[in-house]
């Protein structure tokens, strides 16, 4: 019997597991990987402390902090259920059960699908989710990026150093993300934005080809090597069936990360608090840890 489960080691989860381990409670952080978004990330220049770092270097910081402490780690174990029974919380995984007094859910968001023709066929085939991963193997080779916001412009930006020639395919008129970002895409002659563009089919043989894409009523297809989809995210939260969600099935949290059911903690971009940032994930995830420890506290 734990006092706390974290479940997720992105820097919500990291934190509180710091925050936890130093109140001296009895805790275990269960998690598919370490780092969540911020391993993902390119270059990082909002995050205080640091004018610039890269995503694997904070994930890494984050890591080599949580590891000073004797914290028990169950790595590459995916949480399948999440059920309050009685007093206590049950969290049953791919790997085994595990029972606590309080939990924090900071399993973060996954990568949204296009949903389009050739997508499953050719994933990790010249279609991939992550920039900062797989950037590499496309070096010299002509990639597209698809979305609008800030990790569609990231991604971009990591892009222009690798690759030959880069598209980013929008759906709207015109990119959002931050100012600076844009600013940054617009002076790079590799860059071309299509705005109000809809990729409609992933094309190749063995490998992507390239694109099928329509603008304005009109299909055409562009030949190119790499596709980066950078659509948005989705919570990983359908393991906490009786937790409340909004729409998007974001967790519902008050201000000291309360969820619905008594005990049950939620933090981090999982969770419906705007602005999804690394710093507002961190600052979330040791909120949350007090308000688990003040919970046994109140408890006992």
Request: one cysteine or more; aromatic letters at 6%; glycine letters at 8%.
């Given at each position: 019997?734990?006092d ?5 080691a992105g ?25 969540g978004q911020?391993?993902?990330?390119g270059?990082?220049?909002n995050?205080?402390g640091?004018?610039?770092?890269t ?5 890494a910081k984050?890591e080599?902090h949580?590891r000073?402490f ?7 174990e ?6 309050k029974?009685?007093?206590n919380?049950l ?5 085994g059960n ?5 939990t924090i859910?900071?399993s973060?968001?996954?990568?949204r ?5 050739g ?5 990790n085939?010249?279609?991939t989710?992550c920039?900062t991963?797989d950037?590499?193997l496309?070096?010299a080779k002509?990639?597209a990026?698809i979305g ?10 990591q892009l222009?150093r690798?690759a030959k020639?880069?598209?980013?395919i929008n759906?709207?008129?015109?990119l959002g993300?931050?100012?600076i970002?844009r ?6 002659k ?7 563009t809809?990729v409609t089919a992933?094309?190749?043989d063995k ?13 055409e297809?562009?030949?190119?090597q ?5 659509i948005?995210?989705?919570p990983n939260s359908e393991f906490?069936k ?13 201000s000291r990360?309360?969820?619905n059911?008594s005990?049950?903690?939620?933090a981090g ?6 602005e999804?940032?690394?710093i507002i994930a ?7 840890a ?5 919970y ?5």
């Open positions: 019997m734990y706390l489960i974290i479940i997720g820097p919500a989860g990291i934190t509180a597991a710091v925050y936890a381990a130093r109140k001296k409670m009895n805790l275990l952080v269960i998690t598919k990987d370490i780092g911020a391993a993902l990330s270059d990082i220049e995050y205080t640091y004018q610039f770092i995503g694997p270097e904070l994930a984050f080599e949580m000073k004797n914290i028990t780690l169950k790595e590459n995916e949480v399948l259920e999440l059920k029974i009685g007093d919380i969290v049953k995984t791919n790997k595990y029972e606590a007094k309080t859910i900071a973060g968001k996954r990568s699908e296009l949903n389009v023709p997508e499953k066929e050719f994933k085939k010249g279609i989710y920039a991963c950037g590499p496309f070096s002509v990639v990026v609008a916001g800030n990790s569609a412009l990231d991604a971009a930006l222009i690798i020639q880069v598209y980013i759906n709207v008129s015109s993300g931050d100012a970002m600013e940054k895409i617009n002076e790079s590799l860059v071309t934005v299509l705005n109000n809809q992933i094309l190749g490998f992507v080809s390239g694109i099928r894409i329509k603008k304005e009523g009109k299909e297809q562009l030949a190119l790499g596709v980066f989809v950078e948005g995210l989705i906490a009786d937790v409340e969600k909004d729409p998007l099935g974001e967790i519902k949290v008050n990360n309360e969820t059911i005990g049950i903690f939620a971009d999982v969770t419906d608090v705007p999804k940032q690394i961190a600052g979330e995830g040791a909120k949350a007090l308000s688990a420890f003040r046994l506290v109140q408890h006992k």
